[in-house]
């Protein structure tokens, strides 16, 4: 496979970049940026000098999938020509996520480039979606705080045992803001802190809740979602909260027991989503593809609590669009993820 990586000098175009150097079947044949274009890679970032590529202000000739790491509404602008050539587009940024086009505009605050191509659009959560994945030209790759939070809930939501309203505390490291440079994530203001942000509404919260819709019988879904930026930098920790519904887990088994047990019914095959026996910390997950669940009960107070963990820019970015890739040409899903994480 030809592979172009739009904006190759963002984070997670360097991780793509980083990752498919050592996939096997792809070969990165363009790559572009909107910062140090007509350089080396190698000049602006020496751990990728093996890839050997000129960073160019466009995609320029044959390509079979291209990857866009661009935010919104410039991913858009520059996938719609290419998705008219017939080129593949795995999008990273949130313009093909939603369904809807107007709930799209209202949270994003502009107009879409390219509408006709949301309802072809698969929602790339692999695990959710790997038929239509499978047969798809346009895949739009998760957002991290919805891969976390998504994949915490979503087996306890089609077994129908919650009450509808569910909350999602997450954590995350710098690196989710991008390397743009402000003053929210500044090394000053950061180090030493920890803040919670967009307690009115963060642009993720509409993709957990169409996704999490799709597995309750009644579609009814009602997501409080509180992000925090902590000072390290990568890394996912989400803390999902749900009370369950009236007699449901009742039984001779502990409860903790039998949610264990829908959990790992749920996620038996999938390679990427493991099961923990105690709460996992975000280096578990550094620098991989895997998402660490530990799903548990307070039988106090009848309430489901699960921890899930990932790595921002590989799970929640770079490696879930490269499963993605793996998935649409027939590969091994695990091809050219298999790294165990950085401990400690």
Not at 3 to 15: C, L, P, R
Not at 67 to 72: D, G, R
Not at 170 to 182: E, I, L, N, Q, Y
Not at 252 to 274: C, H, M, T, W
Request: proline content about 6%; charged content about 20%; glycine content about 8%.
């Amino acid at each position: 496979m030809k592979i172009g990586i739009i904006n190759v000098t963002g984070y997670a175009g360097i991780e793509l970049a980083r990752i498919l150097l050592h996939h096997g079947d792809a070969e990165i044949v363009a790559v572009t940026g909107r910062s140090d274009v007509g350089k080396h890679i190698g000049e602006v970032f020496p751990h990728l000098n093996s890839l050997d590529k000129k960073i160019e202000p466009e995609i320029t000739g044959s390509v079979d999938v291209v990857f866009s790491a661009l935010p919104h509404k410039a991913s858009a602008e520059t996938c719609g020509p290419l998705l008219k050539d017939g080129i593949k587009v795995i999008d990273i940024s949130a313009d093909f996520r939603l369904t809807n086009v107007e709930e799209f505009e209202e949270w994003y605050d502009v107009q879409h480039p390219y509408p006709e191509y949301m309802s072809e659009a698969v929602y790339g959560l692999t695990e959710l979606h790997r038929d239509d994945v499978k047969k798809s030209s346009l895949v739009a790759n998760p957002g991290c705080y919805p891969t976390s939070a998504i994949l915490g809930l979503a087996p306890a939501v089609k077994a129908g045992i919650l009450e509808p309203g569910f909350i999602v505390d997450s954590k995350s490291g710098v690196s989710g803001a991008g390397r743009g440079m402000s003053l929210t994530t500044h090394f000053s203001e950061v180090n030493e802190s920890v803040a919670a942000y967009s307690l009115n509404g963060h642009r993720h919260l509409p993709e957990i809740t169409q996704e999490l819709r799709r597995f309750s019988d009644d579609g009814v879904c009602r997501v409080t979602f509180v992000p925090h930026l902590i000072p390290m930098t990568r890394g996912i920790l989400s803390s999902c909260y749900a009370h369950l519904k009236p007699g449901a887990l009742s039984g001779n088994r502990g409860k903790s027991e039998a949610l264990y047990e829908i959990y790992q019914e749920f996620y038996n095959d999938e390679p990427f989503v493991k099961l923990a026996k105690t709460p996992p910390a975000t280096k578990h997950t550094m620098g991989n593809n895997d998402c660490i669940l530990y799903p548990t009960i307070d039988e106090r107070t009848d309430t489901l609590m699960v921890i899930s963990c990932l790595d921002n820019l590989v799970k929640g970015a770079a490696g879930q669009a490269i499963q993605n890739l793996n998935v649409m040409y027939g590969l091994p899903e695990t091809q050219g993820l298999e790294s165990l994480a950085l401990y400690p």
